[in-house]
């Protein structure tokens, strides 16, 4: 009989937002959904349930001895560096009479497809691509301090900005600036009559409703939706598990 394949868990960060959690919720369903008998768990660090410990656990119970681990995140920061490794170790060893192997798979970002869903949500709110010349874009982060976060950020405004829109600047929610609605000032500022804002982030939450205050207090024409379950990121989650089975990844001790 052919093992079963390790399990996919979903490790979001979390957010008082209720929208946040029902979001994650509806990407992991489409996950399930595009990839037929594979287990798939979801947990959160922070302010929903299921904890980590939890839903690892639940996964165990239901007889997993594989899982692969994948950051609901855009970049590879604090969180990714630090918080979700800390607290998958801990989980893991907090398990007795159970051993999971555990791998921790990449972030998100950065990759084509999250650009493809960044166009998807501008074509959604209205921008059609006979526009696009004449429309200025926002790539409104929720940011990091982290350099090489920032640095990946920076990288994909450029890229971006290659791809026929009039032009694209990167704000920050937090951390460095500037923030969405000092960039969109400056654009009008500088004559662009059509400006859209683009969240790069993955649910609703503090930081996404900060980007989109920003945008309406400022006047942008155009506000898109978060990337949420968009089918170019649930095909990105099943690339990073697929990446994370057959490419090195960091493995964690199994709990004995």
Do not use: C
């Amino acid at each position: 009989m052919t093992a079963p394949p390790p399990a996919l868990l979903v490790v979001a960060h979390g957010s008082r937002d209720p929208r946040h959690a029902a979001t994650v919720g509806e990407l992991v369903a489409r996950v399930r959904r595009s990839r037929p008998g594979l287990t798939v768990g979801t947990s959160f660090l922070d302010f929903a349930e299921p904890s980590v410990p939890d839903a690892l656990a639940g996964l165990a119970a239901a007889g997993a001895r594989e899982v692969v681990a994948l950051p609901l995140l855009l970049t590879r920061a604090f969180h990714a560096k630090s918080d979700i490794p800390a607290a998958l170790a801990a989980a893991s060893r907090a398990m007795p009479g159970r051993s999971v192997g555990v791998r921790l798979g990449r972030v998100l970002g950065p990759s084509p497809l999250l650009t493809a869903a960044l166009e998807r949500r501008l074509a959604q709110a209205g921008v059609r691509r006979a526009e696009r010349a004449a429309t200025a874009v926002v790539l409104a982060s929720a940011g990091s301090s982290d350099p090489e976060a920032a640095a990946v950020l920076d990288g994909i405004a450029r890229q971006w900005r290659g791809t026929g829109w009039g032009a694209v600047r990167l704000a920050h929610a937090s951390a460095r600036g500037p923030r969405t609605e000092e960039v969109v000032r400056e654009l009008r500022a500088a004559g662009w009559a059509r400006i859209a804002v683009a969240p790069y982030v993955l649910a609703p939450g503090f930081l996404p409703n900060r980007i989109a205050r920003g945008a309406r207090e400022a006047g942008a024409d155009v506000l898109a939706e978060v990337l949420g379950p968009a089918p170019e990121v649930v095909r990105l989650l099943v690339r990073r598990y697929e990446d994370a089975l057959f490419a090195p990844a960091p493995r964690l001790a199994a709990a004995a």
